[in-house]
Nanobody, 124 residues
Framework: QVQLVESGGGLVQAGGSLRLSCAAS????????MGWFRQAPGKEREFVAG????????YYADSVKGRFTISRENVKNTMYLQMNSLKPEDTAVYYC?????????????????WGQGTQVTVSS
């Protein structure tokens, strides 16, 4: 049984930073691509960033490129999302997800397992 647990969300002022973590268990973490998604109230879940199994390749939504950094530590079964220069429009519940593939896709349908989400609120 795969479990993903996010942490690190909170309330921050615009321009501030947060670091999200996603702790995984249940199958060989280093074999699968991972991703971060977010969902704001009344909106669909959207892709934020993805990372290949070894962490060599990363992908970002245009809206976060240059501000967010995705990374992973396979020895710790943990993925991270460093978020800098946060904007009020970044406010959402952030979810980590584990893919069935070795290349991270940008659709929620590309991912098998999901965490419970962590709230990020950016005040103006």
């Amino acid at each position: 049984q795969v479990q993903l647990v996010e942490s690190g969300g909170g309330l921050v002022q615009a321009g501030g930073s947060l670091r999200l973590s996603c702790a995984a268990s249940g199958r060989t973490f280093s074999s699968y691509a991972m991703g971060w998604f977010r969902q704001a109230p009344g909106k669909e879940r959207e892709f934020v960033a993805g990372i290949s199994p070894a962490g060599i390749s990363t992908y970002y939504a245009d809206s976060v490129k240059g501000r967010f950094t995705i990374s992973r530590e396979n020895v710790k079964n943990t993925m991270y999302l460093q978020m800098n220069s946060l904007k009020p429009e970044d406010t959402a519940v952030y979810y980590c997800a584990e893919s069935r593939k070795r290349s991270p896709g940008s659709s929620p349908a590309d991912y098998d397992y999901w965490g419970q989400g962590t709230q990020v609120t950016v005040s103006s």
